[in-house]
Each structure stands twice: as C-alpha cells, then as structure tokens.
C-alpha cells in the first residue's frame, strides 16, 4: 500500500507564505517525478509545479518566481515553498507522484487527500 501524506496549509494574509510538504510511504521501489496539483476552475485539477528525480522542476505561469518545489529522494518527500501568495491561490493542493511498487510493473500516479490553502481578498 502506497501513502502520500501532506501537511502545511492553511490560511494566510495576501503576500504571506506557506510551506506545502508531502512524505510518501509504503511499498515503494522506485519514486519517479512528483508535483503539487489544485482542483482550480470547474473542478480540472491543474499542475502547480512538478519535480523529476534529477530535480528538474517545472512551474504553472500563474505561480513562476513565487513558489519553489524541492524534494529529498533518501526521505521520499517533497515541499512547496509559496511566497507572496495571492486570493487567487486559494484552492485544495494535491501532492502527485509516479510510483512503482515492482520493478516489474509499471509505474503508477498515486495521489494525496489534499490540503487547503485559502488567502482571503
């Protein structure tokens, strides 16, 4: 069995900061890319940032030079840095990861419960 666990939303102030991090458990023989997800508009969950084993990241425009996504391979976790956070921030987070329990299966996205993050207007 396979966990993503994530911690540290909340409610903060338009221009604060909040540290998003997610610890994945379990069976777990290889840990390939992960990356942090919010529902957004009419419930499409949408790529916030995303990190590959040789910490290659990516980023949402919306989120580029305010958030930054780093991960511990040896620990099996990952955080979101998010600075000078905005209303429009405001949404549930997912922490994602393609996970393989078996050398010899195939590689699975597995998926957190979410945490909220909300920044009043």
């Known amino acids: 069995q396979v966990q993503l666990g994530e911690s540290g939303g909340g409610t903060v102030q338009r221009g604060g900061s909040l540290r998003l991090s997610c610890a994945a458990s379990?069976?777990?023989?290889?840990?390939?890319?992960m990356g942090w997800y919010r529902q957004g508009l009419n419930n499409a969950r949408e790529k916030v940032a995303s990190i590959s084993t040789d910490g290659i990241t990516d980023y949402a425009d919306s989120v580029r030079c305010r958030f930054t996504i780093s991960r511990d391979n040896a620990k099996k976790t990952m955080d979101l840095q998010m600075n000078d956070l905005k209303p429009e921030d405001t949404d549930v987070y997912y922490c994602?990861?393609?996970?393989?329990?078996?050398?010899?299966?195939?590689?699975?996205?597995?998926w957190g419960q979410g945490t909220q993050v909300t920044v009043p207007s």
């Open positions: 994602g990861a393609e996970i393989q329990i078996s050398r010899w299966l195939p590689s699975k996205q597995y």
């Open positions: 379990g069976r777990i023989q290889l840990l390939w890319d």
